[in-house]
């Protein structure tokens, strides 16, 4: 259904069998699809090993760059995702420092508006950061700026400061200096019911400084995807589902890839605004609106069980 006019088609056992019998690649968001903080969505470990097991080429694409991949095999492990390998793992750090490394062959240093885990990955690819060893009292009236900046990459950055903002202003204000981001996402929602500002937040507030749009590498950029495709063989978009919980992001980035898409209802996005943005008059809109909706990644199960595999 990728590239017709979606409908947000309400999904259950058979139906899922089917569809799953029609793809060979599945592409999965990880918060709101898989889990919820440091919690496994019940009964989406049992469909991610079975995916595996019956031969699906499983693949995570996710926005969050405030760990590098090692960390992410960890997490899988810990929360009962036991078939998931390293090289399933794709998220925005990862492509951020293959971009740098491979696309754009960086030669100089990056300034990191971010956490550590998106300076381990650009360690990892041999990427040159920019130190930070300023004073506690500097300003960036007085404060060190570095040399051979080529590019400010930004990111989730629980440490943000305003030297950090004035700093990375200052670099882009060489245009042969390169303005990218791990993602654009607004907000992440918390356990609480509070919210998290996103890396879409820092993001506006250095294009307003700097005059300047960046280039965001994460969903729902097609950037990930060519990572995905360059990274295993025979990658037909037709043969490929994406699942996620955010339409504006996951969707979207389906969407632009090509993907036929699945909203599941665990997460941020619910199928009343789906429905909104697919009755819309605006058909930008309608490349925000899921092929499948699902209410949780749970609902596959019943399609093992038709292949002999008990759902518990």
Same mark, same amino acid.
């Given at each position: 259904?990728?590239?017709?006019?979606?409908?947000?088609?309400?999904?259950?056992?058979?139906?899922?069998? +089917?569809?799953?019998?029609?793809? $060979?690649?599945?592409?999965? $968001?990880?918060?709101?699809?898989?889990?919820?903080?440091?919690?496994?969505?019940?009964?989406?470990?049992?469909? @991610?090993?079975?995916?595996?097991?019956?031969?699906? *080429?499983?693949?995570?694409?996710?926005? +969050?760059?405030?760990?590098?991949?090692? +960390?992410?095999?960890?997490?899988?492990?810990?929360?009962?995702?036991? $078939?998931?390998?390293?090289?399933?793992?794709? %998220?925005? /750090?990862?492509?951020?420092?293959?971009?740098?490394?491979?696309?754009?062959?960086?030669?100089?240093?990056?300034?990191?508006?971010?956490?550590?885990?998106?300076?381990?990955?650009?360690?990892?690819?041999?990427?040159?950061?920019?130190?930070?060893?300023?004073?506690?009292?500097?300003?960036?009236?007085?404060?060190?700026?570095?040399p051979d900046v080529k590019a400010v990459l930004v990111g989730h950055d629980d440490k943000m400061t305003f030297l950090?903002?004035?700093?990375?202003?200052?670099?882009?204000?060489d245009p042969d200096c390169l303005f990218l981001a791990t993602d654009n996402d607004p907000w992440h929602p918390l356990? %609480?019911?509070?919210?998290?500002?996103?890396?879409? %937040?820092?993001?506006?507030?250095?294009? @307003? /400084?700097?005059?300047?749009?960046?280039?965001?590498i994460g969903k729902p950029s097609r950037f990930m995807f060519e990572c995905i495709s360059s990274q295993f063989s025979?990658? $037909?978009?037709?043969?490929?589902?994406?699942?996620?919980?955010?339409?504006?992001?996951?969707?979207?980035?389906? %969407? *632009?890839?090509?993907?036929?898409?699945?909203?599941?209802?665990?997460?941020?996005?619910?199928?009343?605004?789906?429905?909104?943005?697919?009755?819309?008059?605006?058909?930008? *809109?309608?490349?925000?609106?899921?092929?499948?909706?699902?209410?949780?990644?749970?609902?596959?199960?019943?399609?093992?069980?038709?292949?002999?595999?008990?759902?518990?």
């Amino acid at each position: 259904m990728a590239g017709a006019f979606k409908g947000c088609q309400k999904i259950r056992g058979p139906q899922i069998r +089917n569809l799953l019998d029609a793809k $060979d690649f599945i592409l999965l $968001d990880c918060d709101g699809v898989i889990w919820h903080g440091e919690k496994a969505i019940t009964g989406a470990a049992k469909v @991610v090993n079975s995916l595996i097991r019956h031969g699906k *080429n499983v693949v995570f694409v996710t926005n +969050n760059c405030t760990r590098p991949r090692e +960390n992410y095999v960890h997490k899988f492990c810990r929360l009962g995702f036991t $078939d998931v390998i390293l090289e399933q793992i794709f %998220s925005s /750090s990862y492509c951020s420092a293959l971009y740098l490394r491979d696309v754009v062959k960086i030669r100089g240093q990056v300034f990191v508006m971010g956490c550590d885990g998106l300076r381990r990955e650009l360690d990892e690819a041999g990427i040159p950061c920019v130190e930070e060893a300023d004073d506690p009292d500097a300003t960036i009236y007085d404060c060190a700026l570095a040399p051979d900046v080529k590019a400010v990459l930004v990111g989730h950055d629980d440490k943000m400061t305003f030297l950090k903002l004035a700093k990375a202003s200052c670099y882009l204000r060489d245009p042969d200096c390169l303005f990218l981001a791990t993602d654009n996402d607004p907000w992440h929602p918390l356990s %609480s019911g509070r919210i998290l500002p996103g890396s879409g %937040s820092l993001i506006a507030a250095l294009e @307003v /400084s700097s005059g300047r749009k960046a280039t965001v590498i994460g969903k729902p950029s097609r950037f990930m995807f060519e990572c995905i495709s360059s990274q295993f063989s025979g990658v $037909d978009p037709a043969q490929c589902l994406m699942i996620g919980d955010r339409l504006e992001t996951d969707m979207l980035f389906g %969407s *632009n890839c090509g993907l036929d898409t699945m909203l599941t209802l665990t997460g941020v996005s619910q199928i009343e605004k789906a429905q909104e943005y697919r009755n819309s008059e605006l058909t930008t *809109n309608h490349s925000l609106v899921p092929d499948y909706v699902v209410d949780t990644i749970a609902d596959f199960l019943p399609a093992f069980e038709e292949l002999g595999e008990p759902s518990n």
